[in-house]
């Protein structure tokens, strides 16, 4: 039953792709963009998954429902939600570490790594962020320390795919909203990568402690 509901969720995730991506905003796009993230919290809640990944999945889906409307209080609402769905993601994965893992070197190489690549990202949009310095910089903190919590469990190749394209959603999602012009040719590109990365990121993770 779960690998038919998480089969369901990614290709209603798909179809947001294809026919609602483009489309101006709307309840009924905001609807198609919230469903297959809505449809994973309820596949966990469903089967018994863990209480702490529900809720993660919960706060993300209202996250896209926030996103799915402009607006600097809907922009500031939806990074709230998926902040603290990443920290509910936090205390899942570090509840279970792996000890001797985490003490080798490839766990302190990964660890120095994420963080270095969240601190680069935040340097380069430093200048441009205004207001949201602040927000921006607690966000890139919390979801570096999000993967890292991942890595923390040892070398689960799902769950780090997982964690790594929410990641890359993340990083190239803010390259969007604060360095790209409204009218820009690359956001062909970047509005799909951020989408399809997100909608993997969430299908991986939950398949990790699903299935």
Same mark, same amino acid.
């Given at each position: 039953?779960?690998?038919?509901?998480?089969a369901v969720a /990614?290709?209603?995730?798909?179809?947001?792709?294809?026919?609602?991506?483009?489309?101006?905003?709307?309840?009924?796009?905001?609807?198609?963009?919230?469903? @297959?993230?809505?449809?994973?919290?309820?596949?966990?809640?469903?089967?018994?998954? /863990?209480?702490?990944?529900? $809720?993660?999945? /919960?706060?993300? =889906?209202?996250? #896209?429902?926030?996103?799915?409307?402009?607006? %600097?209080? %809907?922009?500031?609402?939806?990074?709230?939600?998926?902040?603290?769905?990443?920290?509910?993601?936090?205390?899942?994965?570090?509840?279970?570490?792996?000890?001797?893992?985490?003490?080798? @070197?490839?766990?302190?190489?990964?660890?120095? $790594?994420?963080?270095?690549? =969240?601190?680069?990202?935040? !340097?380069?949009?430093? #200048?441009?962020?205004?207001?949201?310095?602040?927000?921006?910089?607690?966000?890139?903190?919390?979801?570096?320390?999000?993967?890292?919590?991942?890595?923390? !469990?040892?070398?689960?190749?799902?769950?780090?795919?997982g964690a790594a394209?929410?990641? =890359?959603?993340?990083?190239?999602?803010?390259?969007?909203?604060?360095?790209?012009?409204? #009218?820009?040719?690359?956001? !062909?590109?970047?509005?799909?990568?951020?989408?399809?990365?997100?909608?993997?990121?969430?299908?991986?993770?939950?398949?990790?402690f699903l299935l």
């Amino acid at each position: 039953m779960s690998t038919i509901l998480l089969a369901v969720a /990614a290709f209603l995730g798909i179809v947001y792709w294809l026919v609602f991506l483009g489309r101006d905003e709307s309840r009924l796009r905001a609807t198609a963009k919230t469903l @297959p993230i809505a449809l994973l919290a309820i596949t966990s809640w469903w089967v018994g998954g /863990a209480h702490f990944l529900t $809720l993660a999945l /919960a706060l993300s =889906a209202v996250g #896209d429902w926030m996103l799915a409307f402009r607006g %600097e209080r %809907e922009f500031l609402a939806g990074l709230v939600a998926f902040l603290l769905a990443h920290l509910v993601y936090c205390i899942l994965f570090f509840a279970g570490q792996d000890p001797g893992w985490t003490q080798g @070197p490839w766990f302190l190489a990964g660890t120095v $790594l994420i963080f270095a690549l =969240a601190l680069g990202v935040f !340097r380069r949009l430093r #200048d441009r962020l205004g207001a949201m310095k602040i927000p921006v910089a607690i966000y890139s903190g919390v979801i570096a320390a999000m993967a890292v919590a991942a890595l923390s !469990r040892g070398p689960d190749p799902v769950l780090l795919a997982g964690a790594a394209l929410f990641m =890359a959603s993340d990083l190239v999602l803010s390259q969007e909203v604060f360095t790209l012009a409204p #009218d820009s040719r690359m956001r !062909r590109y970047t509005s799909p990568f951020i989408w399809l990365s997100y909608l993997a990121a969430q299908v991986l993770i939950t398949a990790a402690f699903l299935l």
